[in-house]
Antibody, heavy 122, light 107 residues
Framework: EVQLVESGGGLVQPGMSLRLACAASGFIFDEYAMHWVRQVPGKGLEWVSGISWNSASIGYADSVKGRFTISRDNAKNSLYLQMNSLRAEDTALYYC???????????????WGQGTTVTVSS | AIQMTQSPSSLSASVGDRVTITCRASQGIRNDLGWYQQKPGKAPKLLIYAASNLQSGVPSRFSGSGSGTDFTLTISSLQPEDFATYYCLQDSNYPYTFGQGTKLEIK
């Protein structure tokens, strides 16, 4: 079974850092792009960041560029999101999502985790 | 960043109705658009990729069309389980961007 399990969320003060992780199983991890998507409760989806299967192509939403860093460890079947200089507006449920097509950045995300909650508050 | 304008933001319909949701991109994105369904408390589910390709396991009453800047999701005959929120997502260029969502409610 293809599965994504996020971890690392929690309550953090503004300006602090947090590192999210996503453990992948059930598919050949190093053949797919991976993404982080977030959602404020009751609001819409926001794509946060994506990384190609070989880490050669990386992108960020304008709202997090320069503060967040996406990375992956293909040997550990894991995706990460390092979040620095956190702001109240970063409070959200963060989903890890798998790219749909092998060795492609296109065609969206076909498998999603259940998310991990990040709360930024003093 | 490419802006995705989705309409309507909400829609009331009855079981059996045919409904259409549209997304417009602020610039051409070829056919690099997907449609997602999200139910309360659940992760999004991919319905359509590359504008018109039905994801495996998705009922054939869902269809997508369009290219360039204008895209459409159509549900041919609404079923009770289709009442949810729908989002488009452009994956043509980083940063990817979602539409604002369309909440489909029971009339």
């Amino acid at each position: 079974e293809v599965q994504l399990v996020e971890s690392g969320g929690g309550l953090v003060q503004p300006g602090m850092s947090l590192r999210l992780a996503c453990a992948a199983s059930g598919f050949i991890f190093d053949e797919y792009a991976m993404h982080w998507v977030r959602q404020v409760p009751g609001k819409g989806l926001e794509w946060v960041s994506g990384i190609s299967w070989n880490s050669a192509s990386i992108g960020y939403a304008d709202s997090v560029k320069g503060r967040f860093t996406i990375s992956r460890d293909n040997a550990k079947n894991s995706l990460y999101l390092q979040m620095n200089s956190l702001r109240a507006e970063d409070t959200a449920l963060y989903y890890c999502a798998k790219g749909t097509a092998i060795f492609q950045l296109l065609h969206g995300m076909d498998v999603w985790g259940q998310g991990t909650t990040v709360t930024v508050s003093s | 960043a490419i802006q995705m304008t989705q309409s309507p933001s909400s829609l009331s319909a009855s079981v059996g109705d045919r409904v259409t949701i549209t997304c417009r991109a602020s610039q051409g994105i070829r056919n690099d658009l997907g449609w997602y369904q999200q139910k309360p408390g659940k992760a999004p589910k991919l319905l359509i990729y590359a504008a018109s390709n039905l994801q495996s396991g998705v009922p054939s009453r869902f269809s997508g069309s369009g290219s360039g800047t204008d895209f459409t999701l159509t549900i041919s005959s609404l079923q009770p389980e289709d009442f949810a929120t729908y989002y488009c997502l452009q994956d043509s260029n980083y940063p990817y961007t979602f539409g604002q969502g369309t909440k489909l409610e029971i009339k």
